[in-house]
DNA sequence: CGTTATATGATTGAGGTCAATCATATCTTT
DNA sequence: AAAGATATGATTGACCTCAATCATATAACG
């Protein structure tokens, strides 16, 4: 009865994508869409479950709400505990009441969730463009959420384009929280055009700036230059300031940067 | 044994709103925390879901639309079998290209879902305000997804409030799928201002207007009304001819109406 | 105050899910 | 080619949820 491993782990696939495609799969379902009995069923769902983003549930199984956003699971990665001292940190800047953004990535999902773990809250309203920290945020106490809409970007899991800049001309923001692809002596950069040009849309509307890399991405440029230090409020990172001046980062002042 | 009505109704109160709270409450968990049987907490949920906005599941009971549970929520319930055959009869309206919005709520959600089934869209602008339907039709092939920025409700896992209806001035909808919570005579109606107001605002940028609701909401009178008869293109419902007009609702053309 | 209505808890049985066990076929490894 | 490992399906019993039923205490009502 047994049977090669290669189809076992292709069946099991398919019943991944079964479960995200219809967001709940019942037992017996599987047993008629995969041929297999119930006892192999449930096997089948402890092995995808344990590789994430499924949840198992009496009858059947469930796909994971921000499954969706799977791509942009701030929890996975090696940079998860130089992110979470970043988010730290950025947090700490953040008032009990105010008007913030948070733009799109994994370093500033990672704000929003440590953002949730703030008890003192009184009133902020929080705007993002990203459906990741939306979906961390939904709910949080004290917060206010809004999200700017815009175009549906899969890979970045947020709302980008011509219709999210021009719904930014109504805010006006106390600080806002940005990722960055690059930081070299010019500034901080992004990859992709339409990112850079939503951020600076954002840096329009905003009083303090901080933008939040780690030090991975130090010395890195990348092709589109959304701010120059000087139009920071403060670089957040996990980098030594030793780190940047030898990567040839001028340290206006100690002001700018929170390591 | 027998307990003050104003004892029990407070009792169910509180049942309502720890359920609101946590999301999702077991049965057992409810008989401790409100010092009852398993058999009185059992008719207590059959009361507080009766008066709406509460659904069963089997083990305990689920806020609606948490988002936790958007999708648990969307297949629970003896209503699913209804809402995807609706959701079936409102994806055959929809062209393989073009520009159409969905609305909040399990029903349109259970047609985003079915829309994700379609193999043959071109080229679909999708707009919604419902990240619950936007997760699920993220990455979906054929489809340009639109997310319409505003306020986030947590009930609903959607976006509302005054920045929603000022982005919506940006579209024109070939088509629109909307929910509602009660259909009569005098038309569709919804149980809250912000969701109507909304509704309305989508309504004008509108061709083609198709209401889905199920046959429970048949009769039923909620407060904001939405839309009058007149101004459907049609009603998507799996409720008989013959039951909507014993209920008061006019059948003004056969072709108003897909049941 | 007396009668009626009903909210409650206990009990029962039906229906369903699930983990554990076991024999077996067959893939994998040596 | 032989031995070992393992994926599978059938079976079993435990466990849970739930609706229905019943007796009872007590609120509600005339």
Same mark, same amino acid.
């Given at each position: 009865m047994r049977v090669p491993q290669h189809l076992v782990d292709r *069946? *099991?696939?398919?019943? *991944?994508?079964?479960?995200?495609r219809d967001g709940f799969l019942p037992v017996a379902e599987i047993c008629r869409r995969l041929g297999v009995s119930e006892a192999t069923a449930r096997r089948d769902l402890v092995a995808v479950e344990a590789n994430g983003h499924i949840t198992r549930t009496y009858g059947g199984a469930l796909a994971d709400y921000n499954s969706a956003f799977a791509s942009l699971d701030e929890r996975s990665g090696r940079a998860r505990p130089a992110k979470a001292r970043i988010a730290e940190k950025a947090v700490a800047q953040i008032p009990r009441s105010g008007t913030i953004?948070?733009?799109?990535?994994t370093t500033i999902q990672a704000v929003a969730r440590a953002l949730t773990h703030r008890r003192d809250l009184t009133h902020l309203v929080v705007a993002t463009n990203s459906l990741a920290a939306a979906s961390v945020l939904a709910g949080a106490?004290?917060?206010e959420l809004h999200v700017v809409g815009g175009m549906f970007l899969n890979r970045q899991a947020a709302l980008m384009g011509t219709r999210?800049?021009?719904?930014l001309e109504d805010w006006s923001f106390d600080a806002a929280f940005l990722s960055g692809e690059g930081m070299d002596d010019a500034g901080v950069s992004n990859s992709h055009e339409s990112i850079a040009e939503f951020? *600076?849309?954002v840096l329009?509307?905003?009083d303090n700036i901080y933008f939040c890399l780690d030090a991975s991405k130090l010395g890195r440029s990348t092709p589109h230059r959304v701010a120059p230090w000087k139009q920071l409020t403060a670089l957040v990172t996990d980098a030594l300031p030793k780190q940047l001046?030898?990567?040839g980062i001028e340290l206006s002042s100690r002001k700018h940067l929170r390591a």
């Open positions: *069946r *099991r696939e398919e019943l *991944r994508s079964l479960i995200r953004f948070l733009d799109a990535g106490a004290g917060v999210a800049v021009r719904a951020q *600076r849309a329009h509307q905003t001046t030898t990567h």
